[in-house]
């Protein structure tokens, strides 16, 4: 009887346990039918976000290509015939808009060249014109004077055929600083250098450059405009304003023949930084004004929005992978410590 019992119990036992078998493997197979949508969304998503990437990393490359190595292996674009014979080029007689004026004279470009200091125009005029034998001429001007100057320039360039506008000419900050230390003339110079110039001298020479439906308008941004850059805060407004004003000019003015460029280099070995002893060294990662000028004109034509040179576009695209927090943190770390040397190199 005992033994009965006991196949019996094991009898029940081995029942419940198939049944329960069974009742997992159901439920396993109803959990498994219902994930399996579930991973193949999620495997159709991956599948398009590596493409995405892929196709990025493609794109990319052919621009990186196409903007800063094909044009120095093929031949050179003659800008005379392509934009005009004469170039205006605004903060010409040091760094990037000397380099810059000396460039386009190599391609054979007339030059003039716009700055306040007459004894360094005239210098570099001489300079240009008996390095690459074009004609030059000058215009003496301060922009920081605001809006009296203009007609005198409208004036000047009234009769000449202007192909090029390189609105170059831009000031900083005597040193990174806050927003509330700047004084109102450092403010007003700012927005007279660093915006109206653009915006007048563009004005100025696109109506001739529509008229014979051909020309070029070079604007000098910054590529603090790529994420907000505190203590440099009215010096990187004013450049974003120049690389809006650049981008939407050219898809305003295209259909018409003009090609509009906003140029966003990072850091060159300019007089401009010489506050600090940190950045202004030469570095792998700053170029010269002529290294960088040289660059740069190789792109014009090609890109709308560029650094300008492939050192400062590798630079550019790391910039953009940063959080905005991120850069601004950096940025502000990096300031203040510019800042404590300028103080302390003025303290001496």
């Given at each position: 009887?005992?033994?009965?019992?006991?196949?019996?119990?094991?009898?029940?036992?081995?029942?419940?346990?198939?049944?329960?078998?069974?009742?997992?493997?159901?439920?396993?197979?109803?959990?498994?039918?219902?994930?399996?949508?579930?991973?193949?969304?999620?495997?159709?998503?991956?599948?398009?976000?590596?493409?995405?990437?892929?196709?990025?990393?493609?794109?990319?490359?052919?621009?990186?290509?196409?903007?800063?190595?094909?044009?120095?292996?093929?031949?050179?674009?003659?800008?005379?015939?392509?934009?005009?014979?004469?170039?205006?080029?605004?903060?010409?007689?040091?760094?990037?808009?000397?380099?810059?004026?000396?460039?386009?004279?190599?391609?054979?470009?007339?030059?003039?060249?716009?700055?306040?200091?007459?004894?360094?125009?005239?210098?570099?005029?001489?300079?240009?014109?008996?390095?690459?034998?074009?004609?030059?001429?000058?215009?003496?001007?301060?922009?920081?004077?605001?809006?009296?100057?203009?007609?005198?320039?409208?004036?000047?360039?009234?009769?000449?055929?202007?192909?090029?506008?390189?609105?170059?000419?831009?000031?900083?900050?005597?040193?990174?600083?806050?927003?509330?230390?700047?004084?109102?003339?450092?403010?007003?110079?700012?927005?007279?250098?660093?915006?109206?110039?653009?915006?007048?001298?563009?004005?100025?020479?696109?109506?001739?450059?529509?008229?014979?439906?051909?020309?070029?308008?070079?604007?000098?941004?910054?590529?603090?405009?790529?994420?907000?850059?505190?203590?440099?805060?009215?010096?990187?407004?004013?450049?974003?304003?120049?690389?809006?004003?650049?981008?939407?000019?050219?898809?305003?003015?295209?259909?018409?023949?003009?090609?509009?460029?906003?140029?966003?280099?990072?850091?060159?070995?300019?007089?401009?930084?010489?506050?600090?002893?940190?950045?202004?060294?030469?570095?792998?990662?700053?170029?010269?004004?002529?290294?960088?000028?040289?660059?740069?004109?190789?792109?014009?034509?090609?890109?709308?929005?560029?650094?300008?040179?492939?050192?400062?576009?590798?630079?550019?695209?790391?910039?953009?992978?940063?959080?905005?927090?991120?850069?601004?943190?950096?940025?502000?770390y990096l300031s203040r410590i510019l800042r404590k040397q300028?103080?302390?190199?003025?303290?001496?």
């Amino acid at each position: 009887m005992s033994a009965l019992r006991f196949f019996g119990i094991s009898a029940v036992g081995l029942v419940m346990t198939m049944a329960a078998v069974d009742r997992f493997s159901l439920l396993y197979r109803e959990i498994s039918r219902s994930c399996s949508f579930y991973i193949e969304a999620l495997a159709i998503v991956g599948a398009w976000y590596t493409v995405r990437k892929v196709v990025s990393l493609a794109l990319g490359t052919y621009s990186a290509l196409r903007l800063h190595v094909i044009p120095k292996l093929s031949g050179e674009v003659d800008l005379v015939k392509k934009y005009g014979k004469w170039a205006v080029v605004t903060g010409s007689t040091d760094g990037i808009g000397k380099a810059y004026a000396e460039v386009l004279a190599k391609h054979g470009v007339n030059v003039i060249l716009v700055s306040r200091s007459k004894e360094k125009l005239e210098a570099v005029s001489r300079s240009i014109s008996e390095t690459y034998k074009v004609e030059t001429d000058f215009i003496v001007a301060d922009f920081s004077k605001g809006r009296e100057l203009y007609p005198a320039i409208k004036e000047a360039l009234k009769d000449r055929e202007i192909g090029i506008l390189v609105n170059n000419v831009g000031i900083f900050y005597a040193y990174t600083d806050y927003f509330t230390n700047l004084s109102e003339d450092t403010l007003w110079d700012l927005i007279h250098v660093n915006i109206a110039s653009a915006t007048m001298m563009t004005h100025i020479v696109l109506p001739g450059m529509v008229k014979k439906k051909k020309g070029a308008i070079v604007n000098l941004s910054s590529a603090v405009c790529c994420q907000p850059t505190p203590m440099s805060t009215v010096y990187g407004a004013s450049k974003s304003y120049l690389d809006y004003f650049s981008r939407a000019l050219h898809y305003e003015y295209a259909s018409k023949g003009i090609f509009v460029q906003s140029l966003t280099p990072f850091i060159t070995t300019t007089k401009m930084l010489l506050f600090s002893s940190t950045i202004s060294k030469r570095s792998v990662f700053f170029p010269t004004p002529e290294e960088y000028a040289s660059h740069a004109v190789s792109t014009l034509g090609l890109s709308i929005r560029t650094t300008g040179c492939w050192k400062h576009a590798i630079q550019w695209t790391l910039g953009e992978c940063l959080p905005e927090w991120m850069w601004a943190w950096f940025a502000l770390y990096l300031s203040r410590i510019l800042r404590k040397q300028a103080l302390a190199a003025k303290a001496k």
